[in-house]
């Protein structure tokens, strides 16, 4: 009897050892704390936790105040986020450690908020400080990184300095006037005996649209206003950069014509026969189809550039396809193995070709909203 006692004992001291190891084993030390804490709350005689949490907390620690000293010997702004987040990961165990009586007894964990509170302020002034020195400066770039440091300012510590203030004035020195020119038209333009209605209708759906969707001169979404050429010169505004756009290899062909046999055969009543069951025979019928087809298709180019420094900003072409086809058909043989479908084909006596600017304002549709991405992604944050 007293051998069983001792075997049992044994194997459950080995068995509480292995789980221990499981837990010590395991490559992320900061989630195995917060692990062992959960099965201590639960559990809080838990022996595989208890034995494991002292050494987890340990080595955590020690292996986040390394990084923490990495992080110090930078001079990048970014060593704040690195430096804070490292702590603020020490002050989230020693919250789960404190609030669980099995591993407060076990752990005593350091308390890190008022260093986390002096490293908010250091990290407020210093990026505060980096961001009135860019926003000093001329330039959208160093505009923009005036306006993301005093955000990560305010952040670190809500209401900092004036802080939000300076954002809209950074901002405000971001704004560009963008100019976007009338589509020249650099296309070769195939279209015998369709004539020249709705040619220009590139312009207009173009420079007007895009004026349009992006707020024009009152744009609040974008740090940008946007003029047609006319508009900046009518208001006296220098802008700042230009859009160009250019059609290039449209080419609207006239269908072409294919035309091809296909059979087809149905099973149909004939009557009864004379034990009163239905009989059947197969009718044919030859359809002889015409196909009226072309593809249009369009190169848009977009070139962004700073109209003073003539630096390209951005440069892209697009091409867009419209597809149509129409088809109409005779028969031979029995119409009774004509489908639905086929009599629909049958029955379609006029051509229904798109008029030109239709197959334009399909052609446009395709590559309009790629132009406009563009130019939102050049002008936005």
């Given amino acids: 009897m007293k051998y069983i ?17 499981n837990y010590l084993s395991r490559s992320d030390s900061d989630n195995t704390i917060f692990d062992a804490v959960k099965t201590l709350k639960k559990y809080s005689t838990d022996t595989a936790a208890l034995n494991a949490l002292p050494v987890l907390y340990n080595t955590a620690l020690q292996r986040n105040l390394r990084k923490i000293n990495s992080y110090s010997s930078s001079r990048e702004l970014s060593r704040w986020d690195k430096i804070i987040d490292g702590y603020n990961t020490l002050q989230e165990m020693h919250d789960a450690i404190i609030e669980v009586d099995a591993a407060s007894r076990l752990v005593t964990p350091v308390d890190y908020r008022q260093t986390i509170y002096d490293l908010q302020q250091q990290a407020a002034a210093d990026y505060y400080t980096t961001a009135i020195d860019f926003l000093n400066r001329p330039g959208r770039d160093d505009a923009k990184k005036a306006y993301n440091y005093f955000k990560k300012a305010d952040n670190w510590v809500p209401g900092y ?10 901002y405000d020195n971001a704004i560009v006037n963008v100019v976007i020119n009338p589509v020249q038209d650099n296309s070769y333009f195939f279209n015998t005996g369709w004539g020249n209605y709705g040619y220009n209708y590139s312009n207009e759906y173009f420079q007007q ?50 035309t091809y046999s296909r059979n087809a055969s149905k099973q149909v009543e004939t009557g009864r026969d004379t034990s009163g069951k239905f009989t059947y025979r197969t009718v044919y019928a030859t359809i002889n189809i015409t196909r009226l087809y072309f593809t249009a298709r369009a190169d848009m180019e977009i070139s962004i550039s700073d109209i003073v420094s003539r630096k390209n900003i951005t440069y892209n072409t697009y091409r867009e396809d419209y597809r149509w086809q129409e088809e109409h058909a005779t028969y031979s043989g029995d ?16 051509y229904n070709e798109p008029r030109k600017e239709d197959i334009l304002n399909e052609l446009y549709r395709g590559i309009y909203p790629q132009v406009k991405n563009r130019i939102t992604n050049a002008v936005d944050w």
């Fill in 161 to 170: 300095e004036d802080a939000k203030i300076k954002m809209d004035e950074a």
């Fill in 209 to 258: 649209t895009l004026i349009r969707e992006l707020g024009g001169k009152n744009s609040s979404r974008y740090p940008a206003r946007f003029y047609s050429d006319w508009e900046a010169r009518r208001d006296n505004v220098q802008p700042d950069w230009e859009v160009n756009l250019t059609l290039r290899n449209m080419n609207i062909p006239r269908p072409q014509t294919y």
């Fill in 5 to 21: 006692f001792y075997t049992m004992l044994s194997l459950f001291v080995l068995a509480s050892c292995k789980t221990s190891k």
């Fill in 335 to 350: 119409s009774r193995a004509l489908s639905a479908n086929d009599w629909a084909i049958i029955n379609n006596s006029y």
